[in-house]
């Protein structure tokens, strides 16, 4: 596990909507695939996964059901809505110019 | 948008919130699993694998409450903060926790109580009788020489008119409430019975509990046998709900009655007194040489007509008057220009509100106002409690508390206390109800408990609104302003933004001072009335008489009772009794009356032989009474001049006569009535009767009457004036211990008595006192409870103020402000308010004063010296809780003053 740091605060609701813009996922496989996706660089912390789930579901960005796991077994799995993928929009435009910002300012010598 | 679907999803979640939180365990539960099973993939046992997942997780608890908490299930979450929090308030201060609670638990109990009885008195009418409003009585009035004559008792004639001629109604009934005697002799009792048409029952729109009611065919004169319904209550109580009862006979009154159904539970007709048995009106007792009931307009047993109205009432007094009018058969001209009237069904026979639904009304009244001024006084308290928490308040604000927060508090804390109060009252109006009801009117059948589903409803109700109102009006403005300032402005605040809140304070409080003293006014006109009606001089004494009526068994000496043999025996069993009366120890004399006060009326026609015009009017008739001899020192009645009646007068021939005060006046203005000659047509036939004494004028039936001519003959002179006497006994102090040894002799010398019933003259006025005897009461209750609020209120109010300003306090004493001053300071404002208030209250009672006077007795609801003394007494009680705290406010230690800031 060298090597692994927590995401970047403030970021993880961004996160799981971009995962989730990916694929429906229930919520041990977002954590996965958060990590997977950062090519192990970021561990999730797991419990945070489930308050973040909460409130995205209730601000109506994603929505959640119950299905039948491949090992059948039940899980709730989360889908992103339609608002949910404008606001990932947004929130990728505000990440890359704060990106930039931080970039610009570090490169200046 | 997604701020309404947020809300959507908050308020799902909260009212599945069981299941929510069940799906996050699941949730949770496949995670840890999923992350074992990896971490097994990758090498590690199976225990350390779900041990290694459960770390990584971070507690499952924790983020199961951080995930509720995200879910939004803040508003329960919320209010047990809130509540919890109020509750450590109201415990931080106790003081103000109990007094609050138990100054509205007196309020909302009187409430609940009053509303419990007005609700079946005004609002519901009597059980079983749909839609009561369109139930009406009829009236018929008659104008005559000397005004209007109302009268709610109509010939049988009357209701088949109305019925069978007019579409008034869709549906009409008459009927006559009577006592009958159930039981035999000694034993016996009298129950409220009704003599009705069967259309009552269809009027009332009630089904038999039992049974069937009556027919068409058997309410008619000539019916075979007598059939009766029985009350339910009457039915379980006395025949122990005998489910067989139907088909078989129950003796009333000595006749014989076949039980064909029970009434309904409750069912009272369209009065409110418990019935114990329905009768048909043709099974009335009737005098046949008063004809035909059926056909006559005059009959001796006239009945109630009520109806359900199909037209407005408008129209039905348009054609009921038209069919009176045009109907009418008989000698009385002022019936062909006679009105009819349709009125509430809760009138009494004069078409008059009866006065205990007046007082009820006004006791409904009194009560909100006693709630009114509890609710001014508790928001007073918390408005300055309140700003000594401006401090804590400030400290919210500063750590983030919106203004809602703070607001949401402090009525939080109010609603608590007012449904605590609620609560408490509720208690109190069970019990202090029933008091009431049954002091009130005895006679109503009401529910089986004060506090029913409507009682508690309104009571919920009340106390909510309390709670809101009286929280909300100080927490809307303590937090107006900027709280945060209170913060740094620290103890000294009072000074500042002081001036808005103690003018709202003061106003607050003069309200209450207001109606304090407008309710203490009216106890004091109620006291008053009742004082007066006690002290009245009815012409007798009401507390030393005992009126001993009894029924005889038949004389069977062979031929008729009224044949002269019998009369005379008749005469003897009283005569006989009075004797035995006499001796009884503890008895001061005895007497034989034939309609003496507040037993019967017995009216006569005047003449003055030498007189041409008989005199007109009341002039020219008398109240009869039948006395014998010792009747005027037995009930109390002065001779003013002359004699009484003697042992003398009974055997001797000479018919004689004692008039009273006016009659003597009426008959001979300006003359000596003694040996005046008149003819008294009852007694006397057409000999002529000398005046042989003056009497004391005398109330016969009621406290409120005109003087009328009244006329003493011999008992015993004349057949028709013995059956049915009442025998008197003056007692030598209190009358009614005097009962029993009176029913012994009975029992000893008369055992065949088929009644008998002793009761002293007060019991026999008591229904006419009790509306000023509970109004008295029950208005000096609530004006003692009322003026304690007023003080508590004041004190505390005050209290509060030296707290605030302690510090001001201790700078003047440091600075050298004396004793006085200091007292003029804080008990200025409190005096001042006081003052206001009694002014406003003064003002005000005059203004309502003509509301009251129907209610009063004789005396003028304009009193100034009461209502001087009630606003002296009232300042009094200002003084004095407000002198307390400011007492203490002058011993204010000035260093310890400063220090504490």
Not at chain 1, 31 to 54: C, H, K, M, W
Not at chain 2, 466 to 486: E, F, H, K, Y
Not at chain 2, 547 to 556: A, G
């Amino acid at each position: 596990m060298a090597g692994q740091s927590s995401i970047v605060p403030g970021t993880l609701e961004m996160l799981v909507l971009k995962t989730l813009s990916l694929a429906p996922m229930h919520g041990w496989g977002i954590g996965e695939r958060i990590q997977q996706l950062s090519q192990d660089v970021f561990a999730v912390n797991q419990g945070t996964l489930y308050p973040a789930l909460e409130r995205l579901q209730r601000d109506g960005l994603i929505s959640a059901e119950w299905r039948v796991t491949e090992n059948n077994r039940r899980a709730r799995y989360y889908r992103i809505t339609r608002s949910g993928l404008r606001r990932l929009e947004t929130e990728r435009e505000e990440w890359e110019r704060s990106v930039r910002a931080v970039d610009l300012i570090m490169r200046t010598t | 948008m997604s701020k309404l679907s947020g809300w959507v999803y908050t308020l799902r979640s909260l009212v599945r919130r069981n299941a929510a939180d069940r799906e996050m365990a699941d949730e949770i539960a496949f995670h840890i699993e999923r992350q074992t099973r990896k971490n097994e993939v990758l090498g590690l046992s199976a225990e350390d694998a779900r041990q290694r997942a459960l770390q990584e997780f971070g507690g499952t608890t924790r983020w199961r409450e951080e995930a509720r908490r995200a879910r939004g299930s803040t508003p329960i979450d919320l209010v047990e903060r809130d509540v919890r929090q109020a509750i450590r308030g109201l415990a931080r201060n106790p003081a103000f926790a109990v007094m609050a609670t138990l100054t509205l638990a007196l309020a909302i109990g009187a409430n609940a109580a009053m509303f419990g009885i007005v609700d079946r008195l005004l609002l519901r009418g009597p059980e079983h009788l749909a839609a009561p409003e369109q139930v009406v009585r009829v009236y018929v009035t008659r104008t005559l020489s000397n005004g209007n004559v109302t009268s709610g008792l109509q010939p049988y004639v009357l209701y088949r008119g109305v019925r069978d001629q007019t579409s008034a109604f869709s549906a009409v009934a008459t009927y006559l409430p009577l006592d009958l005697r159930v039981g035999v002799g000694l034993d016996s009792r009298l129950v409220h019975a009704t003599y009705a048409t069967p259309d009552l029952f269809a009027l009332a729109n009630v089904h038999p509990a039992l049974g069937r009611f009556y027919t068409p065919e058997e309410d008619v004169p000539s019916h075979g046998e007598p059939v009766v319904v029985l009350g339910y209550g009457y039915w379980q109580t006395d025949l122990a709900g005998d489910s067989a009862i139907v088909g078989k006979v129950v003796t009333l009154d000595d006749r014989q009655f076949r039980v064909v159904g029970v009434a309904p539970r409750g069912f009272t007709g369209v009065e409110r007194a418990p019935i114990a048995a329905w009768l048909p009106m043709s099974a009335r007792p009737v005098d046949p040489r008063a004809g035909d009931w059926t056909t006559s307009w005059r009959p001796a047993t006239p009945g109630i007509v009520v109806g359900r109205l199909a037209v407005s009432k408008v129209q039905a007094a348009a054609q009921l008057t038209a069919l009176v009018r045009r109907e009418y058969e008989g000698p009385d001209k002022a019936m062909r220009t006679a009105n009819v009237r349709v009125l509430p069904i809760s009138y009494d026979l004069e078409g008059a509100e009866p006065r205990e639904l007046g007082v009820a009304r006004l006791l409904a009244g009194v009560a909100i106002v006693m709630l009114l001024v509890a609710a001014a006084n508790m928001t007073n308290l918390t408005l300055a409690r309140a700003l000594s928490r401006r401090r804590e308040l400030g400290v919210r604000v500063a750590l983030g508390a919106g203004r809602w927060t703070l607001v949401r508090l402090m009525v939080l804390e109010t609603v608590m206390i007012s449904l605590l109060g609620g609560m408490v009252g509720l208690a109190l109006a069970h019990w202090g109800g029933a008091v009431v009801r049954e002091a009130l009117l005895p006679n109503v059948a009401w529910d089986e408990l004060p506090v029913n589903g409507r009682v508690l409803a309104l009571t919920i109700a009340a106390s909510l609104i309390t709670g809101v109102v009286v929280g909300l009006i100080p927490a809307l403005r303590v937090s107006g302003g900027d709280v945060a300032l209170a913060l740094r402005a620290g103890r000294s605040d009072s000074a500042g933004g002081g001036q808005a809140h103690g003018t709202a304070r003061a106003s607050l409080q003069v309200v209450q001072l207001t109606l304090s003293l407008v309710l203490l006014f009216t106890a004091g006109l109620f006291v008053r009335s009742l004082r007066d009606v006690q002290q009245l001089d009815l012409g007798y004494d009401r507390d030393r008489v005992l009126t001993v009526d009894i029924s005889f068994p038949r004389l069977d000496s062979g031929g008729t009772s009224a044949g002269d043999g019998g009369m005379m025996a008749n005469r003897a069993r009283y005569e006989d009794l009075v004797t035995r009366f006499e001796r009884v120890p503890g008895v001061a004399s005895a007497s034989i009356a034939f309609s003496s006060p507040l037993s019967a009326v017995n009216i006569t026609k005047l003449r003055i032989p030498g007189r041409d015009s008989v005199p007109s009017g009341k002039d020219g008739m008398a109240l009869l009474v039948a006395a014998a001899p010792h009747y005027f020192e037995t009930v109390g009645t002065r001779i003013l001049r002359g004699r009484g009646i003697e042992i003398s007068d009974v055997s001797s021939a000479e018919p004689v006569v004692v008039v009273n005060e006016t009659m003597a006046r009426a008959l001979w203005p300006g003359e000596d009535a003694i040996g005046r000659c008149v003819v008294l047509r009852v007694a006397n036939g057409d000999a002529c009767a000398r005046v042989v004494g003056i009497a004391r004028d005398v109330h016969q039936m009621t406290l409120k009457e005109d003087a009328l001519n009244q006329a003493y003959v011999p008992w015993g002179q004349d057949g028709r004036l013995v059956g049915g006497s009442v025998m008197l006994v003056r007692g030598q102090s209190d009358a009614s211990r005097l009962i029993p040894a009176l029913t012994d002799v009975v029992r000893r010398s008369a055992p065949g008595v088929r009644s008998l019933q002793i009761r002293s003259f007060e019991e026999l006025l008591d229904p006419q006192v009790r509306p000023w005897r509970v109004g008295a009461t029950v208005f000096g209750l609530f004006g003692a409870i009322v003026v304690l609020v007023a003080a508590i209120g004041l004190f505390s109010v005050v209290s509060y103020l030296v707290t605030q300003r302690t510090h001001e306090l201790g700078v003047r004493i440091a600075l050298g402000a004396r004793r006085g001053q200091v007292l003029r300071l804080i008990m200025g404002g409190a005096l001042r308010t006081a003052l206001i208030g009694a002014v406003l209250g003064g003002t005000l009672s005059v203004a309502i004063g003509p509301a009251l006077q129907p209610l009063l007795f004789d005396n003028a609801a304009r009193d100034p010296l009461l209502l001087a003394g009630v606003a002296i007494g009232l300042l009094a009680v200002a003084v004095v809780a407000s002198a307390w705290p400011a007492w203490r406010a002058t011993r204010v230690d000035p260093l310890l003053a400063l220090r504490s800031d």
